[in-house]
């Protein structure tokens, strides 16, 4: 597994890391063992960089996550990262108060089982914060406080981005980025690499949509958000298959599968593209299976992709996915 840097907080961590939204809900059943075994399996096979949240599964992803890295004695080589602020409700900006944050932050500190915060990221907060110097003040005494390591930013929108790498003290931004979300390339990409901003790249495989495996007879539990929240009902839309219809996604993800060849899976295929940015520190799949963490951090070991691979992943994107997403996000 190779590593990358979040060059702010001098911190290295795998290429590949894990996504653990599933492992708390949202994304129908993963009972105790499973979640356990994906989070096994992941160490085991290199990954040192975990993402959570305080609301995923109300906390139940950062206690399994914060055990199993306990239980394993890998705090000191493991880097958890894990999100506050969507607890608020309603979830408005003058919510973001230096106390609300201090109450978050003890409560993951708690649901974590650790007295330090490795990095902690504002978890999509409404546009005003990014303005608010006050919430960044509050960031920079909770790490002068001892109580976390270093902080970021998970942002909705391109333009969101560019304000948190603009903020001194912010170490890294979570931005979803994918072969069905491109437009980061263009002005956030160089701006972190620019800034030395670590890039966490969410929903790699667009909720699972770039393995190829779906199409559009695919059913998937009344529980899990890619049947609830398919028109934003619940949270953003952009979070969901990336903001792509459905129904254009497969057909698009055909044509993407119809790229990987022997050797390759889609979901690699899709992983090594994100991969071959440099400013990108770490992608974080998701998955819910010891085969699908498996393969997801087989890409870290692949050769980055012919340039003419590339050039076709961007014709499908222009063709099928540019007009659904590019001006939204
Ligand atoms: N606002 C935020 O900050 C925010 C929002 C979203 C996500 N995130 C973070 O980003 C992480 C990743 O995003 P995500 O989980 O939403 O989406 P994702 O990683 O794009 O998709 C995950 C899904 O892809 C499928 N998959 C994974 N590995 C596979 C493989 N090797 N082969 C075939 N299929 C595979 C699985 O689908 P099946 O379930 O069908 O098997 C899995 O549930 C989350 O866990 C979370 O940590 C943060």
């Known amino acids: 597994m190779r590593t990358r840097a979040f060059r702010r907080a001098n911190l290295q961590v795998s290429e590949i890391g894990l996504g653990t939204w599933q492992l708390g809900g949202d994304w129908g059943e993963v009972g105790d063992e499973q979640a356990r075994e994906v989070l096994h399996a992941a160490l085991d096979a290199g990954v040192t960089f975990l993402d959570t949240a305080d609301v995923y599964g109300d906390g139940r992803s950062e206690r399994l996550v914060g055990a199993v890295v306990a239980e394993r004695g890998d705090h000191d080589r493991v880097t958890i990262a894990t999100k506050v602020g969507r607890r608020a409700d309603p979830h408005v900006a003058s919510a973001y108060t230096p106390e609300a944050l201090r109450g978050w932050v003890g409560r993951s500190l708690d649901n974590l089982g650790v007295e330090r915060i490795d990095l902690l990221q504002l978890h999509c907060p409404p546009t005003e914060v990014y303005a608010d110097d006050e919430v960044f003040g509050a960031l920079d005494d909770l790490v002068t406080d001892g109580l976390l390591s270093a902080y970021g930013v998970s942002v909705e929108t391109c333009e969101e981005a560019l304000s948190a790498i603009g903020r001194p003290g912010v170490t890294s931004v979570q931005i979803i980025l994918n072969a069905f979300r491109q437009k980061p390339l263009e002005e956030v990409l160089p701006a972190a690499h620019e800034a030395g901003v670590g890039i966490i790249a969410r929903v ?6 770039l393995s190829g ?14 049947t609830y929240n398919r028109t934003g009902a619940a949270f953003d839309v952009g979070e969901t298959f990336a903001g792509v219809p459905y129904e254009v ?12 060849g022997s050797g390759l899976t889609a979901a690699q295929l899709a992983l090594r593209w994100i991969l071959d940015h440099e400013a990108v520190t770490t992608v974080i799949p998701g998955a819910r299976s010891v085969e699908q963490v498996e393969g997801n951090v087989a890409a870290s070991d692949l050769p980055p992709l012919d340039p003419a691979l590339h050039e076709e992943l961007r014709a499908i994107y222009d063709h099928h996915i540019r007009p659904h997403v590019h001006h939204r996000w």
Do not use: K
Not at 204 to 209: E, F, K, M, Q, V
Not at 251 to 260: I, P
């Open 204 to 209: 790699p495989l667009a909720s699972g949509l």
């Open 213 to 226: 495996r779906y199409d559009l007879d695919t059913s998937f539990p009344a529980d899990d958000h890619r």
């Open 249 to 260: 996604g497969v057909r698009a993800a055909q044509e993407v599968s119809s790229l990987a």
